[in-house]
């Protein structure tokens, strides 16, 4: 179980960051946190933009514990890693509207 | 002991009851994968009658051949049918048929709930069918928006007919995705690691997962529509703080993962029938695994691109405009790993082989459509048009219906043990394939000419008239292809002569079976050593017909099966099946009556169904275990296993943990339904908050901590290693549980008394359905635990069979953290304001 949890873990991480970013985005603008002012930039942006390389920075730390312990079975080492990979690319392009677009409108 | 002597004892041991009485008691996964896949092609014929009155509606401007009332009742069924009716049940049926067959396992995991699961589906499925021959059926179209499907604008029963009857027929898809999981990780053969395991295997693993977390939400969306409808419930309802766009959420929530769902199935089958055909293997296969993974996952990440439409933020509309547009490499990968697979063997063109390419031709045009669609500004100009409807059929007709077709002609010798011998299907291929382009390219077409989807019919001024008469051309000729290939597959099963044993030249184990396959599939279990193990030893039907493999002796007229542990299959207990029994249709008849009470607002009824439900399950569960302890048992190649009943982790406590995982699911998506109506929902703050009263989270989170703590006083599993029964276990700390568990009902009785008027404001109303939730989990340990209690007392529960008691621990567990956090959530709301 534990090497099957180790192939679902990073995209299991892109998708809890995804929804967690996308509720943030909601919660933010029904608070009034876009109108804040945080060092030259929105607030809520600010909160996304942190939480957008949070969630790089934890799939990097989880793509280096897989690269760091060795699996049960050996051919789960790799399919984990293409996993990772994934989800690593895929928070970088689906997030990154967290820099450049409009918050809530 | 020889051959012929093993194949009688266990075909006495293991076949179905005979005469009428069969399909009633069967829980055999041969019969009920046939039975899945017999009534699924039955919706499938019933949904093309239903497309082909569309066309004949469309097939010219002004048409008078059905009114709206009628048409919006046919288009309706036809999408809920072969989308909950035809699509879903037709790869439970396939994996209910192959799996075992696949993991060179006797059965699934569980069998009368396969049979429950099947049951359910039929009647469901009638229940939906009968509404139509009366006129009653849906007609909001197959999702079902509210606020038109809202009691102000729907109120008659059409709408109650859907929500009722699509959640009676997912029971039978939750059913078979937990089996498919505890199979799939549990009861595969011997030495069958997960990197040996086929590749269909992992499609179904990952498909299986995929309806635990992707169903519950349109579960809950039916259940809240439900509510709003039969009692005034305002979740949709934006003057009373519910809103509208709440109902989209859940339904895309699951809908967008449904297409996977569907479409990984399919996309299984191909990529076993690929290497087969081109005389090879998968190319990539590491690959092919860690996209199929990575497709589920980027699914449940689309599906707002269904709302672009609907004044979202553009930052919501850019995340979901993104990852649909990612969702497109690991398809491309499974594409290319086939394109690969094709190039590098040497392909026969066999009958799989035409729809195999017919795929790739309509998947692809369908994929990149797809891609289209993700682009906003595209989406904005094509939303709600012909297009998408075109874009739709391309993806699950091309991307389902080609490579199950496909799948049908490459197991139909396995199925009905003939070779084939009339050569309609060719030809019937050219008709589907043609008919099918012919329909739905046009419709892009006219798409894109501004023909909206669902009208019922148009102005002779249109420009669209030679269009939509070209695809109804296609869609009779489409339909007469499809026909074709039933007769031909029904003349070939009936009348064709007998086949040889794998007459493909697979390395996968079903074929390495009788043909057609004996009710308890193989003789002896394999013990196996690669991924293709049927080609590494082409003498391994011979050598398990002679009980060189596990379980080779049949014992005490019991249908046994080993589990194996998760990565590595090495064996760890050993399970016996029920027999067969009528238990599963009643229960899924009684069921029913709960939903027909709902349906026909009987109310008054359905607490008895209710009753009558739970009283099933404790004579379903009543009927397993044994009064006395087991010695470990002999399994073949000088290894032994203790009985499952004497382990932690049991088949059930697999089940179990599967079946919380829908559960919370939907929980979460209770969450989402609370949090987005707090947040986004117009007519908030509600109009009075629940008072603050200290009592029930003292009385409630005290009791889950009592619950939770006496749990783990049972005693612990390490005792029964001393071979000795040492009776029964301490009674003190279920009581303790129980009296734990009384406590959190109490406390959310106690809330559910106080709420504010749920039907003034959906505040009140999302607060009843939390608090009816947590009552709901409580009350169900509770029955647990008093079922244990008698259990315990009448002699099955001793210090070595304790696997029910780690069951009900875990249930306990469950339990009690839900109703924690139910807790936390009602109360919320005095944290905050």
Redesign the interface.
């Known amino acids: 179980m534990r090497d099957l949890l180790r192939i679902l873990i990073a995209p299991l991480i892109w998708l809890a960051a995804f929804s967690a970013v996308y509720a943030l985005q909601g919660f933010g603008c029904a608070a009034g946190l876009n109108e804040a002012i945080f060092v030259g930039m929105s607030f809520l942006r600010a909160m996304l933009i942190l939480a957008w390389v949070l969630t790089i920075a934890t799939l990097v730390g989880i793509f280096y514990w897989l690269e760091r312990t060795a699996p049960r079975l050996p051919w789960t080492s790799a399919i984990s890693r293409i996993t990772a990979c994934v989800a690593m690319v895929a928070a970088i392009w689906s997030l990154f509207p967290v820099t450049f677009t409009s918050i809530c409108n | 002991m020889n051959a012929l002597k093993r194949h009688r004892l266990l075909t006495r041991i293991w076949a179905s009851d005979s005469g009428w009485k069969r399909c009633f008691t069967t829980v055999s996964h041969t019969d009920l994968g046939r039975m899945f896949l017999g009534m699924a092609f039955f919706y499938f014929a019933v949904g093309g009658v239903l497309a082909m009155l569309i066309r004949a509606q469309l097939a010219s401007p002004d048409a008078a051949f059905m009114g709206p009332d009628i048409y919006n009742q046919v288009f309706t069924m036809h999408g809920t049918m072969m989308m909950f009716l035809f699509a879903i049940p037709a790869f439970e049926g396939l994996a209910v048929y192959l799996l075992p067959k696949m993991l060179g396992a006797r059965d699934l995991a569980f069998p009368r709930l396969t049979a429950y699961g099947f049951w359910c589906y039929t009647f469901g499925g009638f229940m939906m069918l009968t509404s139509m021959l009366v006129g009653l059926a849906p007609d909001g179209g197959w999702f079902m928006y509210p606020p038109l499907t809202g009691p102000a604008a729907s109120p008659g029963v059409n709408t109650d007919v859907w929500l009722l009857g699509v959640t009676f027929v997912e029971i039978s898809a939750i059913c078979a995705a937990v089996e498919l999981c505890v199979s799939i990780?549990k009861f595969r053969a011997p030495g069958m690691?997960?990197?040996k395991m086929p590749i269909f295997v992992w499609y179904a693993l990952v498909t299986a997962l995929m309806i635990l977390t992707a169903f519950p939400p349109l579960i809950l969306g039916s259940i809240l529509l439900e509510l709003e409808r039969a009692i005034g419930l305002p979740f949709f309802d934006a003057a009373l703080g519910g809103d509208s766009l709440l109902w989209q959420h859940l339904f895309w929530l699951f809908g967008h993962p449904e297409v996977y769902i569907i479409f990984l199935p399919a996309a299984g089958l191909i990529s076993t029938i690929i290497p087969v055909m081109s005389r090879t293997s998968l190319l990539g296969h590491?690959?092919v695994?860690?996209s199929v993974?990575?497709l589920?996952?980027?699914s449940?990440?689309l599906w707002v691109h269904h709302m672009f439409a609907t004044g979202i933020?553009?930052?919501?509309v850019?995340?979901f405009s993104?990852?649909s547009t990612?969702v497109a490499v690991?398809t491309a990968v499974q594409v290319f790993a086939w394109i690969g697979t094709m190039w590098h063997g040497r392909p026969q063109l066999q009958m799989p082989m035409l729809y195999i390419l017919g795929f790739f031709a309509t998947f692809v045009i369908g994929g990149l459509t797809g891609v289209m669609l993700a682009i906003v500004p595209f989406d904005w100009q094509a939303h709600d048009t012909a297009f998408v409807t075109a874009h739709l059929h391309y993806v699950l007709f091309g991307g389902f219906v080609f490579p199950v077709l496909a799948g049908l002609y490459y197991y139909a010798p396995l199925v009905t043990g003939r070779r084939r011998f009339f050569r309609i299907g060719e030809y019937a291929f050219g008709l589907v394939f043609i008919g099918f382009h012919g329909t739905f390219f046009a419709m892009h077409w006219v798409g894109l000419l501004g023909q909206r989807r669902r009208i019922y019919t148009y102005d002779a001024d249109t420009g669209w008239e030679l269009i939509n008469l070209i695809s109804s051309i296609g869609g009779f000729v489409l339909a007469i292809g499809l026909a074709m290939v039933l007769l031909d597959l029904a003349l070939n099963a009936i009348v064709a002569i007998r086949g040889k044993r794998n007459p493909w030249r697979s390395g996968t184990l079903e074929w390495s079976m009788m043909l057609p396959p004996s009710a308890y599939n193989f003789a002896s279990l394999p013990r196996v050593t690669s991924r293709e193990p049927l080609a590494d030893i082409p003498d391994l039907p011979t050598r398990l017909a002679r009980g060189e493999g596990y379980l080779a002796v049949p014992r005490d007229g019991r249908r046994e099966m080993l589990t194996v542990s998760?990565?590595?299959a090495h064996p760890e207990s050993l399970v016996v099946y029920p027999g067969n029994t009528a238990l599963p249709i009643l229960m899924a008849a009684v069921t029913g009556s709960f939903f027909l009470s709902l349906l026909f607002k009987i109310y008054w009824f359905t607490p008895f169904a209710v009753l009558a439900v739970a009283a099933l399950a404790w004579r379903w569960v009543w009927g397993l275990g044994s009064q006395t302890d087991e010695e470990d048992q002999e399994i073949g190649f000088g290894e032994t296993v203790p009985h499952a009943m004497q382990t932690d982790r049991s088949q059930g406590w697999w089940g179990s943990v599967f079946l919380m995982v829908a559960d919370a699911t939907l929980f979460g998506s209770l969450i989402?339904g609370y949090?987005?109506l707090w947040?986004?929902a117009p007519n908030w703050p509600p109009p009075q908050w629940l008072a603050f009263s200290v009592w029930e989270p003292l009385i409630g989170v005290a009791g889950a901590a009592v619950a939770i703590i006496a749990a783990r006083q049972t005693p612990r599993p390490m005792q029964r290693r001393s071979g000795t029964t040492t009776g029964m276990p301490h009674l003190l700390p279920t009581w303790q549980s129980l009296l734990g568990l009384s406590a959190l009902a109490a406390a959310f009785i106690g809330l559910l008394l106080r709420t504010p008027l749920p039907t003034e404001h959906a505040y009140g109303a999302v607060l009843c359905v939390i608090s009816a939730f947590g009552l709901f989990h409580a009350l169900l340990a509770i029955l647990m635990l008093v079922f244990l209690v008698f259990r315990i007392r009448r002699g099955f529960i001793s210090s070595r069979r304790r696997s029910e008691v780690e069951i009900v621990k875990l249930w306990i567990n469950y339990a009690a953290l839900i109703g924690v956090v139910c807790l936390v959530l009602i109360l919320s709301p005095v944290l905050f304001t």
């Not at chain 2, 933020?313 to 919501?316: F, K």
């Open positions: 990780l690691s997960l990197d590491g690959w695994v860690a993974v990575a589920a996952f980027l449940f990440g933020p553009h930052m919501g850019a995340f993104a990852a990612l690991p998760t990565t590595h989402f949090a987005f947040t986004i």
